[in-house]
């Protein structure tokens, strides 16, 4: 790069043309290693990233699930039973939570089909700054809570983030989706996908695609974007609630794997 | 550039091929953990939500 300029009468007929040749020597560093990068970079966004992210993502899931296990959070207090709920499963009339502050983590969701093990942290809102980039699964504001008659709306990112929702179009009819609280698990049963336009906000209403039409049942909805690596339209993924599963009874069937692993 | 580099670093060839790898992974480290993150956001963005 800067070769001294002492003019010996060896160096003397080369010497130009190594410093103009140092220039381009250096350009052409530079570029190789920008495009060594700018591959990196493709590795890391297809394979590596999202495996790096979600797996930091899963282990504070299960921290938090460890914690509510060994009671070290007090939250269940601030749960209140099901206000008349009244529908006809056999399991425990579920306790819904109580709604949460923006960015609040109040429950885990687990998907067996995604993995024994998957889990992430579902927390209240759905900005990406506030939730889906730093967390993970957002809930939407205004939609059911666990457990709740209505519709449990989530959102979380199919890439980059870890994306929790990257494989949610190879769910298959009857997968287990369970979101876990302090007072315990609420399996609900995937049933259909559908793809709408990103303006479909009546996949979020009580009972999906019927707006004006009052909670007739217990309905949960994940929403992602579609197709992979554009934006141009969502996934919406209906599931049905099946059981509640108070903590004291300990980890639902619909979870047996899961909890083994 | 990486001549200069070289030049740079201390002791026999060896040293410095294992100076260089542990740059290298330090290097690859903070791009993966840290810048590529951080660029992702900007140029993958991702909408999963209707509104």
Redesign the interface.
């Known amino acids: 790069m800067s070769e001294p300029t002492v003019a010996t009468p060896r160096r003397r007929r080369s010497q130009p043309s190594r410093g103009r040749l140092g220039v381009v020597g250096v350009i052409g560093e530079i570029l190789i290693t920008v495009g060594v990068i700018v591959l990196l970079y493709v590795v890391w966004q297809l394979w590596i990233g999202d495996a790096i992210v979600g797996a930091q993502r899963q282990a504070e899931a299960q921290e938090i699930s460890r914690q509510w296990a060994t009671g070290e959070e007090d939250s269940a207090s601030a749960a209140t039973p099901a206000p008349g709920a009244g529908s006809g499963t056999a399991s425990p009339e579920p306790v819904v939570p109580a709604a949460v502050g923006e960015t609040e983590v109040f429950a885990t969701l687990h998907i067996p089909r995604f993995g024994d093990d998957w889990v992430f942290p579902v927390a209240e809102g759905i900005s990406k700054s506030g939730v889906l980039d730093p967390i993970g699964v957002g809930h939407y504001p205004g939609t059911a809570m666990p457990g709740a008659l209505g519709n449990v709306a989530l959102a979380a990112h199919r890439y980059t983030h870890g994306a929790p929702f990257e494989n949610v179009p190879s769910l298959r009819i009857g997968d287990a989706i369970v979101l876990e609280t302090p007072d315990g698990w609420y399996t609900y049963r995937f049933r259909n996908l559908e793809y709408v336009r990103p303006d479909e906000v009546s996949v979020l209403e009580p009972v999906p695609q019927r707006p004006g039409v009052a909670a007739d049942g217990r309905y949960l909805t994940l929403t992602t974007c579609s197709p992979m690596w554009s934006t141009a339209e969502r996934i919406a993924a209906y599931a049905v609630f099946e059981s509640f599963t108070p903590r004291a009874d300990g980890a639902p069937d619909s979870l047996a794997s899961a909890e083994g692993a | 550039?990486?001549?200069?580099l070289w030049r740079m670093l201390p002791g026999p060839w060896w040293v410095r091929v294992v100076i260089l790898i542990v740059l290298a992974a330090a290097v690859?480290y903070a791009?993966?953990?840290h810048v590529?993150?951080w660029?992702?956001?900007i140029i993958?963005?991702?909408?999963?939500?209707?509104?």
Do not use: E, I, Q, W
């Open positions: 550039m990486y001549a200069a690859v791009l993966f953990f590529f993150p660029v992702s956001g993958a963005p991702d909408d999963v939500t209707v509104r």
